[in-house]
């Protein structure tokens, strides 16, 4: 698995009801707190991939950015940070550059066998996509990219209501807006079911 903390949060999870973990196959979570799309690819594709039964990403906001820093580390921008030290890039260079990172892994995946199924963690897309590319990413893999209810924050919200999916402060009183611990096991018991499907 892969993703922002929406994802990183889903290993947080003991013992998930009515999910096998073990038909999960073998698991790792690189899910990390804030990260964009471009961190997702790349720390995906750094993986030997062919160890892993089953691959899961959670597709971050398309607002997110990264900067090389002059130490050779790179950074994650926000795009609050991008607009006050950088030109903002246009709406559609951002999603062109989004269905670039899906399709780049959705291709090496499919090339070399490895079953896969792609998510957004939440929804940042205003408008839809103006682009040929676009036609080209599996709707089957990638459901909620086509079904806005298949998002995982609009899915457990519609399971279980706003008050019961996401947690609306964190334990120091700061907003938080991640999903709860129940809907952390609903979403994983999608998962579990989608899985199950191949």
Known sequence: MNGCSFVRNLSTISNPSNVHWGELGKMCNDGKD??????????????????????????????????????????????????????LPTEQWIYDNFINQVLTLQNYLKYNNIPFFFFLSFDTLHHHFNNELFKLIDEDTFPSLYNRDLVYQNYVINKLGKSKAINEYDDEGNVDGHPTEVASRVWLKYLNERRSKI
């Open 34 to 87: 804030g990260v964009n799309n471009q961190h997702i690819l790349r720390t995906t594709l750094s993986r030997n991939l062919k160890d892993y039964s089953y691959i899961y990403i959670g597709w971050s906001s398309v607002y997110r950015f990264e900067a090389m820093m002059s130490d050779g580390n790179t950074t994650n921008i926000t795009e609050e940070e991008l607009d006050k030290h950088w030109q």
